[in-house]
Nanobody, 128 residues
Framework: VQLQASGGGLVQAGGSLRLSCVVS??????????VAWFRQAPGKEREGVSC????????TYGDSVKGRFTISRDNAKNTMYLQMNSLKPEDTAVYYC????????????????????WGQGTLVTVSS
Protein backbone atom coordinates (compact mmCIF):
# COMPACT_ATOMS: atom_id res chain seq x y z
CA VAL A 1 0.00 0.00 0.00
CA GLN A 2 1.30 3.43 -0.92
CA LEU A 3 -0.13 6.83 -0.02
CA GLN A 4 0.69 10.18 -1.63
CA ALA A 5 -0.43 13.31 0.20
CA SER A 6 -0.66 16.71 -1.45
CA GLY A 7 -2.44 20.04 -1.19
CA GLY A 8 -0.51 21.75 1.57
CA GLY A 9 0.60 25.34 1.36
CA LEU A 10 0.57 28.76 2.98
CA VAL A 11 -2.79 30.24 3.93
CA GLN A 12 -3.95 33.09 6.13
CA ALA A 13 -5.84 32.47 9.34
CA GLY A 14 -9.51 31.95 8.60
CA GLY A 15 -8.79 30.50 5.19
CA SER A 16 -9.31 27.02 3.77
CA LEU A 17 -7.27 24.24 2.19
CA ARG A 18 -8.12 20.79 0.89
CA LEU A 19 -5.60 18.02 1.27
CA SER A 20 -5.65 14.95 -0.95
CA CYS A 21 -4.23 11.49 -0.36
CA VAL A 22 -4.06 9.17 -3.36
CA VAL A 23 -4.06 5.55 -2.24
CA SER A 24 -2.63 2.68 -4.26
CA UNK A 25 -2.60 -1.01 -3.40
CA UNK A 26 -5.85 -0.67 -1.45
CA UNK A 27 -9.27 -0.27 -3.04
CA UNK A 28 -11.29 2.23 -1.02
CA UNK A 29 -14.50 0.92 -2.60
CA UNK A 30 -14.12 -2.53 -1.07
CA UNK A 31 -12.32 -4.49 1.60
CA UNK A 32 -11.75 -3.77 5.22
CA UNK A 33 -9.53 -0.81 6.14
CA UNK A 34 -9.05 2.36 8.12
CA VAL A 35 -7.53 5.51 6.67
CA ALA A 36 -6.67 8.62 8.61
CA TRP A 37 -5.04 12.02 8.67
CA PHE A 38 -2.43 12.93 11.24
CA ARG A 39 -0.34 16.03 11.80
CA GLN A 40 2.89 16.87 13.50
CA ALA A 41 4.05 20.34 14.45
CA PRO A 42 7.71 21.07 15.27
CA GLY A 43 8.60 19.78 18.71
CA LYS A 44 5.24 18.10 19.20
CA GLU A 45 3.98 14.54 19.02
CA ARG A 46 2.06 13.28 16.03
CA GLU A 47 -1.65 14.03 16.51
CA GLY A 48 -4.67 12.25 15.09
CA VAL A 49 -6.82 14.62 13.02
CA SER A 50 -9.51 12.43 11.49
CA CYS A 51 -10.16 8.87 10.40
CA UNK A 52 -12.65 7.03 8.25
CA UNK A 53 -13.28 3.34 7.86
CA UNK A 54 -14.44 1.01 5.12
CA UNK A 55 -18.17 0.90 4.52
CA UNK A 56 -20.55 3.60 5.70
CA UNK A 57 -19.48 3.36 9.31
CA UNK A 58 -18.79 7.01 9.97
CA UNK A 59 -15.74 8.98 10.91
CA THR A 60 -14.23 10.74 13.87
CA TYR A 61 -12.21 13.87 14.53
CA GLY A 62 -9.72 15.16 17.02
CA ASP A 63 -11.14 17.69 19.47
CA SER A 64 -9.02 20.52 18.10
CA VAL A 65 -10.49 20.25 14.59
CA LYS A 66 -14.12 19.27 15.22
CA GLY A 67 -16.53 21.48 13.33
CA ARG A 68 -13.79 22.88 11.07
CA PHE A 69 -12.33 19.88 9.22
CA THR A 70 -14.16 17.27 7.15
CA ILE A 71 -12.78 13.94 5.96
CA SER A 72 -14.13 12.32 2.81
CA ARG A 73 -13.19 9.84 0.11
CA ASP A 74 -13.80 9.36 -3.59
CA ASN A 75 -13.84 5.63 -4.24
CA ALA A 76 -13.68 6.10 -8.01
CA LYS A 77 -10.45 8.09 -7.67
CA ASN A 78 -9.19 6.00 -4.75
CA THR A 79 -8.46 9.24 -2.95
CA MET A 80 -9.08 10.51 0.55
CA TYR A 81 -9.54 14.21 1.29
CA LEU A 82 -9.34 16.54 4.26
CA GLN A 83 -11.25 19.79 3.85
CA MET A 84 -9.87 22.30 6.33
CA ASN A 85 -11.86 25.46 7.02
CA SER A 86 -11.45 28.31 9.49
CA LEU A 87 -7.76 27.54 9.73
CA LYS A 88 -5.81 28.79 12.74
CA PRO A 89 -2.07 29.35 13.20
CA GLU A 90 -2.04 26.37 15.56
CA ASP A 91 -3.07 24.15 12.64
CA THR A 92 0.40 24.68 11.18
CA ALA A 93 2.03 21.25 10.83
CA VAL A 94 3.09 18.55 8.44
CA TYR A 95 0.00 16.53 7.60
CA TYR A 96 0.25 12.81 6.91
CA CYS A 97 -2.20 10.25 5.61
CA UNK A 98 -2.06 6.69 6.86
CA UNK A 99 -3.78 3.36 6.28
CA UNK A 100 -4.30 0.03 7.94
CA UNK A 101 -5.85 -3.05 6.34
CA UNK A 102 -8.34 -3.64 9.15
CA UNK A 103 -11.41 -1.74 10.29
CA UNK A 104 -10.43 -0.13 13.57
CA UNK A 105 -12.86 0.93 16.25
CA UNK A 106 -13.54 4.66 16.09
CA UNK A 107 -12.27 4.88 19.66
CA UNK A 108 -8.75 3.93 18.55
CA UNK A 109 -8.55 5.00 14.92
CA UNK A 110 -6.83 8.30 15.79
CA UNK A 111 -3.86 6.59 17.39
CA UNK A 112 -0.79 6.76 15.14
CA UNK A 113 0.57 3.46 16.45
CA UNK A 114 -2.47 1.72 14.92
CA UNK A 115 -1.30 2.41 11.35
CA UNK A 116 1.12 0.50 9.18
CA UNK A 117 1.26 2.49 5.94
CA TRP A 118 2.15 6.19 5.81
CA GLY A 119 2.38 8.85 3.15
CA GLN A 120 5.25 11.32 2.93
CA GLY A 121 3.48 14.34 4.44
CA THR A 122 2.48 17.76 3.15
CA LEU A 123 3.23 21.03 4.95
CA VAL A 124 0.41 23.36 5.97
CA THR A 125 1.39 26.79 7.22
CA VAL A 126 -1.25 29.16 8.59
CA SER A 127 -0.17 32.75 9.04
CA SER A 128 -1.79 35.08 11.58
Amino acid sequence: VQLQASGGGLVQAGGSLRLSCVVSGLALASGSYSVAWFRQAPGKEREGVSCIRSGSSGSTYGDSVKGRFTISRDNAKNTMYLQMNSLKPEDTAVYYCAARLTRLLLSVCLGPSSYVYWGQGTLVTVSS
